[in-house]
T-cell receptor, first 113, second 115 residues
Framework: DAEITQSPRHKITETGRQVTLACHQT?????MFWYRQDLGHGLRLIHY???????NKGEVSDGYSVSRSNTEDLPLTLESAASSQTSVYFCASSERGLPFAQYFGPGTRLTVL | AQKITQTQPGMFVQEKEAVTLDCTYD???????LFWYKQPSSGEMIFLIY??????QNATEGRYSLNFQKARKSANLVISASQLGDSAMYFC????????????FGGGTRVLVKP
């Protein structure tokens, strides 16, 4: 069955370190998204991609970057982790067009000490 | 800009009863879609139901139905015959055609089903 996976599921890191969160989907979806979820803020879009070599900033993109070298993967990199980036991170993917829902990965809980 | 508002931060419902979760939205785009997701305590986001702005009928998926009132810009989720497993956070989200494939989420409503 097609799926979307994230790794690691839990990560503890220190302030200033570079961290990369992996997202892999086997749906063959063109669209991929990264969100963060914090208490009191719901889900906020970090970056998104509509296809290979395409990346776009979301509403909370500062301190994060993504790259899309193939259809299946959209890794999220925190260039220099900050305590404010402690959060739960969700990756999602979808087909193009309105009727199609985004399907979410299981999430990665990141703690920056 | 798109905006989703869920005014009920939390609610209790008795098992086997129906519950309505409110969602209002704001967009100037005539072409848009509305989505509901469930997030149980385990954390995953589960897609429940979709309603398109041009759909003539309210969407239904099993025990989930969407009360879509376009003129009032509301898209309330109705869960019939609540079960203990329905206890979760529920998010309303919108995607407007002009905004591409991005979703805008509401703040969520927590539902607790009482036995």
């Amino acid at each position: 069955d097609a799926e979307i996976t994230q790794s690691p599921r839990h990560k503890i890191t220190e302030t200033g370190r570079q961290v990369t969160l992996a997202c892999h989907q086997t749906w063959n979806h063109n669209n991929m998204f990264w969100y963060r979820q914090d208490l009191g803020h719901g889900l906020r879009l970090i970056h998104y991609s509509y296809g290979v070599q395409d990346t776009n900033k979301g509403e909370v993109s500062d301190g994060y970057s993504v790259s899309r070298s193939n259809t299946e993967d959209l890794p999220l990199t925190l260039e220099s982790a900050a305590s404010s980036q402690t959060s739960v991170y969700f990756c999602a993917s979808s087909e193009r067009g309105l009727p199609f829902a985004q399907y979410f990965g299981p999430g990665t809980r990141l703690t920056v000490l | 800009a798109q905006k989703i508002t869920q005014t009920q931060p939390g609610m209790f419902v008795q098992e086997k009863e129906a519950v309505t979760l409110d969602c209002t939205y704001d967009t100037s785009d005539p072409s848009y879609g509305l989505f509901w997701y469930k997030q149980p305590s385990s954390g995953e986001m589960i897609f429940l139901i979709y309603q398109g702005s041009y759909d003539q009928q309210n969407a239904t998926e099993g025990r989930y139905s969407l009360n879509f009132q376009k003129a009032r810009k509301s898209a309330n989720l109705v869960i019939s015959a609540s079960q203990l497993g329905d206890s979760a956070m529920y998010f309303c989200a919108m995607r407007a055609k002009a905004a591409g494939n991005k979703l805008t989420f509401g703040g969520g409503t927590r539902v607790l089903v009482k036995p």
